[in-house]
């Protein structure tokens, strides 16, 4: 029985971490892309075709 509890612990902190991990990357992702975006509507006027 002790070893279901250990089995359940380790398989919780695991998806903690991956969830930490996930969020982090995502938030990175979405500033990244905020500041892209706002640096080719700055330069807009730059663009000719």
């Not at 089995?7 to 892309?33: D, E, K, Q, W, Y």
């Amino acid at each position: 029985m002790e070893k279901i509890y250990k089995t359940m612990r380790n398989t919780g902190a695991a998806s903690i971490a991956v969830g930490i991990v996930i969020a982090t990357v995502g938030l990175t992702t979405g500033i990244i892309a905020i500041i892209s975006g706002a640096l080719l509507l700055k330069r807009k006027s730059e663009i000719t075709f």
